[in-house]
């Protein structure tokens, strides 16, 4: 049963923030410990009723996932280091959304720190930028040279043609052909 001094918090906020009664009746059907830590969370970061809903599946899916309640994963290490980041509540909403995803797809995140790592390995001037393709969907890479000179443009050219013969980029190309 849930703590009556949680859900009149709760009711009260979504009237300021005008939830749906849809939102209202899904945070009715919550067990008091996630109540709690879901009112937490919506009173530090503020979120519109569009943001919480998407955080709040994403949430649920991890915890049926993991075999976890929504308090468990919204007390995550990850999860609060991004709630209680020293910014902005924008910035920290940002920030937990990418913990979240990162919790709700680990594999995903898992690929995109090998590419990031092999990126880096490539030392690419800084002028010379890598780019995967957005959620790994895709096995192409896409390459940005930002030059001023034809100099430039051929130090990028060279150093790309180095780094496309290292075992870095072979294996670079190998974890994109099997993220997908």
Same mark, same amino acid.
């Given at each position: 049963m849930m703590d009556s001094t949680i859900d009149a918090t709760f009711r009260t906020f979504?009237?300021?923030r005008r939830y749906s009664p849809a939102t209202i009746e899904r945070w009715a059907r919550l067990?008091?410990?996630?109540?709690?830590?879901l009112l937490g969370l919506v009173?530090?970061?503020? =979120?519109?009723?569009?943001?919480?809903?998407d955080l709040w599946t994403w949430m649920e899916e991890i915890a +049926?996932?993991?075999?976890?309640t929504l308090a468990d994963v919204l007390a995550a290490a990850p999860i609060m280091a991004a709630r209680r980041a020293a910014s902005g509540r924008n910035d920290r909403l940002r920030l937990l959304k990418g913990a979240l995803r990162r919790e709700r797809?680990?594999?995903?995140?898992?690929?995109?720190d090998q590419l990031a790592t092999l990126i880096r390995a490539l030392e690419l001037p800084r002028?010379?930028?890598?780019?995967? =393709?957005?959620?790994?969907?895709?096995?192409t890479l896409r390459i940005e040279i930002t030059a001023n000179? +034809?100099?430039t443009l051929r130090a990028a050219a060279a150093a790309l043609l180095a780094a496309a013969a290292t075992p870095a980029c072979?294996?670079?190309?190998?974890?994109?052909?099997?993220a997908e």
């Open positions: 979504a009237a300021e067990a008091a410990t996630d109540a709690s830590a009173e530090e970061l503020r =979120p519109s009723e569009n943001q919480l809903r +049926a996932r993991d075999r976890r797809f680990p594999q995903l995140s898992a690929a995109e002028h010379v930028r890598l780019i995967t =393709p957005e959620y790994l969907e895709g096995d000179s +034809a100099a072979a294996q670079l190309f190998a974890v994109l052909a099997g």
